[in-house]
């Protein structure tokens, strides 16, 4: 089959299109022939090695990527079941995290995928686990947002962010959603009650105050964000544009969790979806918010698997549009 590999820490350029044999399921797996793949941050860290002290914690793999093909979510259909599995049979489409994703077949773990919505294509699938399940988390788990609140999601047009307005505006928040000017028309038909250009706005200095803020960005520093909390607001961050190669986006999430001990705010780091974390009750929740209609993954920019490290540099430079996808089949 033709895979991706990621053999080596590096820029996108180590990235290699090359032949290998089909992986094989074991117990409680299943092999998915993959139709399309999507790319997160998640994807470039592993293939770069960032930030070093992931390396350390297991998270990256200490020398070399953990995985030798590269990519998590997929979307495809159920070729074959290892022993123990039920209720995926050959031919089920399906959409999850999928180690080894950016390949013509995948393994995964049977309990971290899920049956495709018959409205969503491969493409549009393939978009859902990664950055739905955090955007879920964010906004209903760590965030607990209810009917009513003010809540304002930054970075609203990425690919987290457009998964998290569309399920804040399904809980019946009242959402103001933050990006670029050309994707302000995007955020607005995705639910955003509100939408700031932040080229022409700072929302930490306009005079509005928000039950929840989703922060995906991360170029305003913790105390800058509490300015445009209420007295008992919340602010949940993403780790998005974490500085630096040693600790990255686990120092963002230390400091926040320190600077919660110290003021009224209440400030929640996501734990992010990853095939290592519990999954499976999100991934199903995302589909049926999916199913009923009221949230549908936004996909930006397609790439075919041989562009794949094209693909990786777009998304890398933190521009996305919705998701980038590669196509498959």
């Given at each position: 089959m033709k895979a991706v590999l990621q053999e080596r820490f590096g820029p996108p350029g180590t990235l290699r299109l090359r032949e290998i044999d089909p992986p094989r399921p074991a117990t409680g797996q299943v092999l998915v022939r993959v139709h399309a793949a999507a790319l997160n941050p998640y994807d470039w860290h592993?293939?770069?090695?960032?930030?070093?002290?992931?390396?350390?914690?297991?998270?990256?793999?200490?020398?070399?990527?953990?995985?030798?093909?590269?990519?998590?979510?997929?979307?495809?259909?159920?070729?074959?079941?290892?022993?123990?599995?039920?209720?995926?049979?050959?031919?089920?489409?399906?959409?999850?995290?999928?180690?080894?994703?950016?390949?013509?077949?995948?393994?995964a773990t049977a309990e971290l995928v899920t049956p495709k919505p018959e409205r969503l294509t491969f493409r549009q699938a393939a978009a859902v686990?990664?950055?739905?399940?955090?955007?879920?988390?964010?906004?209903?788990?760590?965030?607990?947002?209810?009917?009513?609140?003010?809540?304002?999601?930054?970075?609203?047009?990425?690919?987290?962010?457009?998964?998290?307005?569309?399920?804040?505006?399904?809980?019946?928040?009242?959402?103001?959603?933050?990006?670029?000017?050309?994707?302000?028309?995007?955020?607005?038909?995705?639910?955003?009650?509100?939408?700031?250009?932040y080229t022409r706005e700072d929302f930490t200095t306009a005079r509005a105050r928000y039950d929840v803020i989703l922060d995906n960005v991360g170029t305003h520093p913790p105390g800058r964000l509490r300015r445009a909390l209420t007295p008992a607001g919340v602010l949940v961050a993403n780790g998005g544009g974490s500085p630096g190669r040693v600790f990255g986006a686990i120092g963002s999430m230390l400091r926040v969790a320190a600077l919660d001990t110290v003021t009224r705010h209440r400030l929640r780091p996501i734990v992010p979806a990853t095939p290592a974390g519990p999954a499976h009750e999100d991934l199903l929740a995302v589909t049926a918010l999916i199913e009923t209609g009221r949230v549908t993954p936004v996909v930006g920019r397609t790439h075919p698997l041989a562009d794949t490290a094209e693909a990786m540099r777009h998304v890398e430079a933190g521009h996305s549009r919705g998701k980038t996808v590669i196509t498959v089949r």
């Open positions: 592993m293939m770069r090695g960032d930030p070093y002290a992931a390396r350390l914690l297991g998270g990256t793999g200490l020398t070399r990527p953990k995985s030798r093909v590269a990519g998590i979510d997929a979307a495809g259909v159920v070729e074959s079941a290892g022993p123990g599995v039920e209720g995926l049979p050959p031919g089920t489409p399906v959409l999850g995290f999928c180690p080894g994703a950016f390949a013509e077949y995948a393994c686990p990664m950055a739905g399940v955090t955007a879920l988390r964010g906004i209903r788990t760590v965030g607990r947002v209810r009917a009513g609140q003010r809540v304002l999601v930054n970075g609203a047009g990425g690919g987290v962010g457009t998964f998290a307005v569309q399920i804040a505006a399904a809980l019946d928040a009242e959402v103001t959603g933050v990006c670029s000017a050309g994707n302000t028309e995007l955020v607005r038909s995705l639910g955003a009650a509100h939408v700031i250009d």
